[in-house]
């Protein structure tokens, strides 16, 4: 499809294990955001890509949250030692560079933590 | 942190009635935006203000940026039970983060 795909769509994990969250963007878009959205609340920022650059992390709750952009397209946002509070879903949105205003967003990945 | 307060945040009405939901903030942003979210699925954006005092409107949903920039709200005109969804608002400061409100849940009944 042309939308932002996201991998896996639920992902259930024991606590203290590492899980990664895959993002494809919208091709040819230059941005790419990733979102934590707990339950009841709106998406808080984590972090912010522009090609391959991490250009703002400053949204990652804990050093046990790590994102990568290595080509430039697909992300991966990866969390070491899941605890139960990481439990929320994981957006991520693209946005092209002609259009600042618009982020497109996938349709997350929902992860429980137990 | 949330700096954007949404109200009411969960609001139930007859199809046919008319709504308006609130985004509220003490801080200056440069635009806001209004998404909605429905289950399952990311916000899709509905609209972005940018100047003080903006109206825009998209069918049977106006929208208004207040003139300090720091509130807007969300009119809707004869609900309709497809309007049912999570309306978000979303603020810039002009970088490329935005801030999320905690949103407001509408329900209408047929």
């Known amino acids: 499809g042309a939308g932002v795909s996201q991998s896996p769509r639920y992902k259930v994990a024991k606590r203290g294990q590492d899980v990664a969250l895959r993002c494809d963007p919208i091709?040819?878009?230059?941005?790419l955001f990733w979102y934590q959205q707990a339950l009841g609340q709106g998406p808080e920022f984590l972090t912010y890509?522009?090609?391959?650059?991490?250009?703002?992390k400053s949204g990652l709750p804990s050093d046990r949250f790590f994102a990568e952009r290595p080509e430039g397209s697909v992300s991966t946002l990866k969390i070491q030692r899941t605890q139960q509070e990481d439990s929320a879903v994981y957006l991520c949105?693209?946005?092209?560079?002609?259009?600042?205003?618009?982020?497109?967003f996938g349709p997350g990945t929902r992860l429980l933590v137990l | 942190t949330q700096l954007l307060e949404q109200s009411p945040q969960f609001l139930s009405i007859q199809e046919g009635e008319n709504l308006t939901v609130y985004c509220n903030s003490s801080?200056?942003?440069?635009?806001l935006q209004w998404y909605r979210q429905e289950p399952g699925e990311g916000p899709v954006l509905l609209v972005t203000?940018?100047?003080?005092?903006e109206v825009k409107k998209l069918k049977r949903l106006t929208f208004q940026f207040g003139d300090a920039r720091k509130d807007s709200s969300l009119h809707i005109t004869a609900a309709q039970p497809g309007d049912t969804g999570l309306y978000l608002c979303?603020?810039?400061?002009?970088?490329?983060?935005?801030?999320f409100g905690k949103g407001t849940r509408l329900h209408i009944l047929p």
């Open positions: 949105a693209s946005r092209h560079y002609r259009d600042q205003e618009t982020q497109y």
């Open positions: 091709s040819g878009h230059v941005s």
């Open positions: 890509f522009q090609n391959e650059a991490q250009l703002d």
């Open positions: 801080s200056v942003f440069s635009s």
């Open positions: 203000v940018v100047t003080g005092g």
């Open positions: 979303a603020g810039a400061k002009g970088d490329d983060k935005i801030i």
